[in-house]
T-cell receptor, first 109, second 111 residues
Framework: KNEVEQSPQNLTAQEGEFITINCSYS?????LHWLQQHPGGGIVSLFM???GKKKHGRLIATINIQEKHSSLHITASHPRDSAVYIC???????????FGTGTRLAVRP | DAGVTQSPTHLIKTRGQQVTLRCSPK?????VSWYQQALGQGPQFIFQ???????QRGNFPDRFSGHQFPNYSSELNVNALLLGDSALYLC??????????FGQGTRLTVV
């Protein structure tokens, strides 16, 4: 079993829809990143959180440390949100990131 | 602030050759991590440098080596290239336990 599981793996939404991507992990972590990767490769860090909830524009990330679960929400989705979203926890025992398999999101106009 | 910069952006090498990839961290960051991302896969941790020393290492052979310079920039070297080394190589920088910032990556193709 992977240390980090994301769901769904693929998601197609209509513009304007509310989107949720889930991440579950099995190891102790000090923090968790949500990353966005567009075709061509570059990765952008959307959030790093260790508790509670963070909001940036239309993006909201939540984490429940006890349940080892995090969610990324996108409100009023737009075609430019189309990308791969990756959950990457940082293990408590070190500083490296462990990456989920990613969720490929396509938002249709 | 230029953020994390990687060079070159694209590279084609022949099997058996050696390659050096470079990373300049975001201003104020002192820790550099390298990741390999094969096509269609998630990134895999190669190693991390802090204070010019390798602090952690993933499950990669000794053909993969690195270096960090006093200005915190870093190099990733891969010797005896294999076709399977073709991938996007990502560099991420951070300062202590702060958020990691990623570069655009270097796409290496081994032919």
């Amino acid at each position: 079993k992977n240390e980090v599981e994301q769901s769904p793996q693929n998601l197609t939404a209509q513009e304007g829809e509310f989107i949720t991507i889930n991440c579950s992990y099995s190891v102790g972590i000090s923090a968790l990143h949500w990353l966005q990767q567009h075709p061509g490769g570059g990765i952008v860090s959307l959030f790093m959180l260790s508790s509670g909830k963070k909001k940036h524009g239309r993006l909201i990330a939540t984490i429940n440390i006890q349940e080892k679960h995090s969610s990324l929400h996108i409100t009023a989705s737009h075609p430019r949100d189309s990308a791969v979203y990756i959950c990457a926890p940082k293990k408590s025992s070190g500083d490296k990131l462990t990456f989920g398999t990613g969720t490929r999101l396509a938002v249709r106009p | 602030d230029a953020g994390v910069t990687q060079s070159p952006t694209h590279l084609i090498k022949t099997r058996g050759q050696q390659v050096t990839l470079r990373c300049s961290p975001k201003s104020g960051h002192d820790t550099v991590s390298w990741y390999q991302q094969a096509l269609g896969q998630g990134p895999q941790f190669i190693f991390q440098y802090y204070e010019e020393e390798e602090r952690q290492r993933g499950n990669f052979p000794d053909r993969f080596s690195g270096h960090q310079f006093p200005n915190y920039s870093s190099e990733l070297n891969v010797n005896a290239l294999l076709l399977g080394d073709s991938a996007l190589y990502l560099c991420a920088s951070s300062y202590r336990v702060t958020e990691a910032f990623f570069g655009q990556g270097t796409r290496l193709t081994v032919v």
